[in-house]
């Protein structure tokens, strides 16, 4: 009988530590002769934000990554409403059935990234670790430079480093990401303090006026979640808003959505026409404000154009996660996607024995399109919205947020909230191979 020789060893440096980050380790941990390091910025691994959805797609990845069963906490989010903020009338409700294996949940984002944490091989992240520089070192792979001094050089550099990605700014030169006038503040908080202000909060809910809306959700565990947003044109807003998970205080939060609030900044109050400035029902202002001080964090939205590669200097560099395609969260479920990324890598990586010439290509094939029909989804979203708000002229403030919730026609988004990662990779392999042979090859990577 004759044995396989190993593939070539291969040197993978992962920057970022972010659900991109985790998961791609765990799943190049099954490919064989692949030393993976995750250099991490932060000096320990801490999520910002406050709480996740976690739909089919992400539950299908979860599964092949071997984590699926250890995350177990999370308010199951059977019915989600959309309500008008200043009248609490229900306009979109959607109820999920039972049938599904594993039920939407939303959870705390500590515990996914605990979950994923749990999976990754000891000892393989080094923490303050930010990455400052990648050298291009033609034919001895990649230099990476840290900030502590620090230089590794690796075959292949995956930047898992989120949507301000030096690896990115540094391999597209030239690629720019700018504020979409989308603020957002985000708090946990225990929900026994505020569950019985309205039947309503023990329900996942989006409560909307025209230019904000305030998120509500149980988490699980008797915390729940504040996730509010506001829109601010970015041309006079965004040369503040750079940071990410900013502390912010009560004050300048609440601001945003109380009108009779004196402290309404004056930022705030140039931007909202007046007959946009509608204040919420109490109880969702007493959500707010019940909020501790120093829980508050701001994210300032950002986005960028979609590449159309992700892969750069000859397939020594790779894009995972929010990096490899900056739409600011738009699907709410942005881990989903980088997770999906990490696994879809460690196949081409496993499927081509490491061979970087074949394997990155592959994974630009499946990849690319995929982010581009997202790009494509949005740009007709934002068109459709425009010429509605012409064609309907002077309207009311309901109507505004009638209209900001219900969606001509609505659209099917299976490609994405049902998205199978498996299916995808099995017809991956088909069209490449031909089908005879998928199930020959398919079982010969079971083990991966
Ligand atoms: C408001 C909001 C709500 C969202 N809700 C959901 C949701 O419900 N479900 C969902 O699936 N997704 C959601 N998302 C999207 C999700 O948070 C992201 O898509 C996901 O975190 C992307 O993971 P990532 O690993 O690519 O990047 P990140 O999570 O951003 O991780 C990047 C990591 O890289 C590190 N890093 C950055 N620069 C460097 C450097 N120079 N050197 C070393 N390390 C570095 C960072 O410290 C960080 O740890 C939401 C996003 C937003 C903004």
């Known amino acids: 009988m004759t044995v396989d020789p190993l593939p070539p060893h291969l040197r993978v440096a992962i920057v970022g530590g972010g659900p991109g980050g985790l998961s791609t380790a765990i799943a190049l941990s099954k490919v064989p002769n692949v030393d993976v390091t995750i250099y991490e910025q932060a000096s320990m691994l801490k999520e910002a934000g406050a709480g996740i959805s976690i739909g089919q797609n992400t539950w299908n990845v979860l599964e092949l990554l071997g984590v ?3 995350l177990t906490s999370g308010h199951v989010t059977s019915t989600v409403l959309n309500l008008n903020g200043k009248t609490g009338e229900v306009l979109h409700r959607v109820e999920r059935t039972k049938s599904e294996n594993r039920p939407n949940i939303r959870t705390q984002r500590t515990k996914l990234q605990s979950a994923l944490l749990s999976h990754v091989r000891p000892g393989i992240i080094q923490l303050s670790k930010r990455l400052l520089r ?20 690796a075959d292949l550099v995956i930047g898992a480093d989120g949507i301000r990605s030096v690896v990115r700014d540094i391999a597209w030169p030239g690629y720019e990401i700018k504020f979409t006038g989308t603020t957002i503040w985000r708090a946990l908080l225990p929900w ?7 039947p309503r909060f023990g ?25 509010a947003r506001s829109w601010q044109d970015p041309a006079t807003h965004s040369a503040s808003k750079v940071s990410w998970g900013v502390p912010v205080t009560k004050a300048h939060v609440e601001a945003h959505f109380t009108v009779g609030n004196t402290n309404l900044p004056v930022k705030a109050a140039v931007c909202l026409p007046l007959t946009m400035r509608q204040d919420y029902l109490p109880a969702v202002r007493e959500v707010l404000s019940k909020v501790h001080e120093g829980d508050w964090r701001e994210f300032a939205a950002f986005a960028g154009p979609e590449l159309s590669e ?25 881990a989903g996607f980088a997770m999906e990324d990490g696994w879809i890598l460690a196949q081409t990586l496993a499927y081509f024995r490491n061979d970087l010439s074949r394997a990155l290509p ?3 094939d499946i990849r690319v399109p995929y982010y581009s029909r997202m790009y494509g989804h949005l740009q007709k979203e934002a068109a459709r919205r425009e ?13 505004r947020v009638r209209m900001k919730v219900i969606k001509d026609g609505g659209s099917d988004m299976s490609w994405i909230y049902g998205n199978n990662i498996a299916e ?14 998928v199930h020959m090859e398919l079982a010969a990577l079971n083990s991966i």
Request: proline letters at 2%.
């Open 424 to 437: 995808v990779w099995r017809t991956a392999l088909e069209d490449i191979k031909g089908s005879s042979k």
């Open 387 to 399: 010429a509605k708000l012409r064609e309907m002229g002077d309207v009311s403030e309901d109507d």
């Open 362 to 364: 592959l994974f630009n």
């Open 192 to 198: 026994d303090d505020v569950k019985d202000l309205d």
């Open 134 to 153: 990648v050298i291009d070192k033609v034919s001895n792979g990649v230099e990476l430079q840290f900030q502590d001094g620090t230089v590794v050089t």
């Open 310 to 334: 992700l892969t750069a200097w000859n397939n020594k560099i790779v894009l995972v996660g929010d990096s490899s395609h900056a739409l600011s969260g738009a699907f709410g479920s942005g």
């Open 68 to 70: 699926a069963d250890t």
């Open 203 to 227: 329900t996942t809910a989006w409560w909307h006026l025209p230019t904000t809306h305030v998120y509500l959700s149980p988490v699980g565990e008797s915390l729940g979640e504040i996730a």
